[in-house]
């Protein structure tokens, strides 16, 4: 009988505990926090490479046209993503005889060759810092390598108030693997082993990527916009745009900037449901708008709305497929 009391009281102790809540020895740990989009600011990024002439110097050059998105995983690098595009026709060596002849046939092909591109497939740590494997694409010619960097800083506010991460890294590729050979006289040897130009090339990166203040953003048409719907309310504003431009070709003349110069301010003081009005109504005005549609995703995100963010960002690789921004959020958000 007392036995029987045990149990029956154990029972009902489980039968309490579990209502009051207690996690279950199989519950699943919450998911990560989605990592933040960090834009690569080319302007204060180096994509430069270095080469040995008829072993005697080296030429170095650099690509000025660099594009691409970083999502940043806040304490875990390894669940970070990369994606950049570089102009080819962007080459630089100081010498305009010698870039022309780069963007040629004979080595670039920048016309049938527009880009070179790198998208990371993972990010792994290593005993001198962090490598990042990924698909590299040059000259129609892909191939998976591996490169390796460091972080030179984390998150830091700038003096404009971004936040900008920087990031260094290297490694040696084989012109020839990648079909950039040159005429023949350019891969002639001069004495036994000083090649005209050498095969190896060593590439040299420095990249500042950064997440915009917007606060600090102005321009005279998007101020004035802001300036509407501050006054009379998010709704009433997009509906006098509207009507002035809906139908009318003159809606293509306002820049994009300016609606994301709202839409951003408004999502920055912490008013993302407005920005979803104000992208929204935007978008059924000027529906080909892609980086508004792109934030209008992002905003989506900010207010837990992924399936939405998921569908526009979809609509905007299909419509602008080097949105690398749109890509790499694909990439990230959990399947719906």
Known sequence: ?????????????????????????????????????????????????????????????????????????????????????????????????????????????????????????????????LAVRGTFTMHGVTKELDVPFVQLNAPVPDAWGNSRATFQGGLRVSRKEYGIKGTAFWNGEFDPGRMAVSDDVDIELLVSANVPNPLRWTHPMGDSLLASVEADGVADAVRRFKGAYAGSPRVDSVPEFAFVLVGEKLAAKGRAADAITFYEGILETRPAAGAVRQLLGEAYVKTGQLARARREFERVVREFPESTAAAEWLRVLPAT
């Open 1 to 129: 009988m007392r036995l029987g009391r045990v149990v029956t009281r154990a029972i009902a102790l489980g039968i309490t505990v579990a209502s009051i809540g207690v996690p279950s020895l199989h519950a699943q740990p919450p998911a990560p926090p989605l990592p933040r989009r960090f834009n690569i600011d080319a302007s204060h990024s180096s994509v430069g490479f270095a080469v040995k002439f008829m072993g005697l110097s080296t030429v170095r050059g650099a690509f000025a046209d660099v594009a691409g998105t970083i999502m940043y995983a806040e304490g875990d690098l390894t669940r970070s993503t990369v994606n950049v595009i570089i102009d080819v026709a962007s080459i630089n060596t100081n010498s305009r005889t010698r870039d022309q002849h780069l963007r040629s046939p004979d080595f670039f092909d920048a016309a049938k060759y527009p880009t070179i591109t790198f998208r990371s497939t993972r990010i792994t740590r290593t005993p001198a810092g």
